[in-house]
T-cell receptor
Framework: NAGVTQTPKFQVLKTGQSMTLQCAQD?????MYWYRQDPGMGLRLIYY???????DKGEVPNGYNVSRLNKREFSLRLESAAPSQTSVYFC?????????????FGPGTRLTVL | GENVEQHPSTLSVQEGDSAVIKCTYS??????FPWYKQELGKRPQLIID?????GEKKDQRIAVTLNKTAKHFSLHITETQPEDSAVYFC?????????????FGKGTRLHILP
């Protein structure tokens, strides 16, 4: 079991460029998430997908789009990157069991926008 | 909107002493409260969680307490060791859009002093 995988690990973009961050999980989880982590700001939810075929906005969705390609894959797209999107991006997945909802995180993508 | 407040943002304790991190939440319907540990350069990982139907849970040197009336919960680490140095995030399940989601606090950086 690879768990949650993300590509790429590092990326440098120029302002205005676009890119897609890829995420895949092999745990058969229904829910998948994208977070960004900035110093002193914790983990902020960008978008989530409660199940295959559904996506919803989180706390900070502006400037991003997502696609839940199938149950395994959830991608995050930056259409026109801005310096404010410089951050570490984490994908996560979870499968709720009663009240418990453990999130499993990927290794992260460190993105720099110049 | 609904949020999770976490204090302190930084905490330094002598090795062997105890550390306490406190969080408050705003959604009275929240019923699940996980804690994650993130070591430097690594992904966040669940260390302990508590559900709303219990007031305390312990796992070796770590424990969590929950006060639903006051809407706050705490992480207690006893007999701290160097490997406890990390950033700790509290989280709470809140209702967002049509689904309930896990929202994270901003994190506490814990330093264990030799």
């Amino acid at each position: 079991n690879a768990g949650v995988t993300q590509t790429p690990k590092f990326q440098v973009l120029k302002t205005g460029q676009s890119m897609t961050l890829q995420c895949a999980q092999d745990m058969n989880h229904n829910s998948m998430y994208w977070y960004r982590q900035d110093p002193g700001m914790g983990l902020r939810l960008i978008y989530y997908s409660a199940s295959e075929g559904t996506t919803d906005k989180g706390e900070v969705p502006n400037g991003y789009n997502v696609s839940r390609l199938n149950k395994r894959e959830f991608s995050l797209r930056l259409e026109s990157a801005a310096p404010s999107q410089t951050s570490v991006y984490f994908c996560a997945s979870s499968s709720r069991t009663g009240l418990t909802d453990t999130q499993y995180f990927g290794p992260g993508t460190r993105l720099t926008v110049l | 909107g609904e949020n999770v407040e976490q204090h302190p943002s930084t905490l330094s304790v002598q090795e062997g002493d105890s550390a306490v991190i406190k969080c408050t939440y705003s959604d009275s319907a929240s019923n699940y409260f996980p804690w994650y540990k993130q070591e430097l350069g690594k992904r966040p990982q669940l260390i302990i969680d508590i559900r709303s139907n219990v007031g305390e849970k312990k796992d070796q040197r770590i424990a969590v307490t929950l006060n639903k009336t006051a809407k706050h919960f705490s992480l207690h680490i006893t007999e701290t060791q160097p490997e406890d140095s990390a950033v700790y995030f509290c989280a709470a399940r809140i209702v967002m859009n049509r689904d309930d989601k896990i929202i994270f606090g901003k994190g506490t950086r814990l330093h264990i002093l030799p």
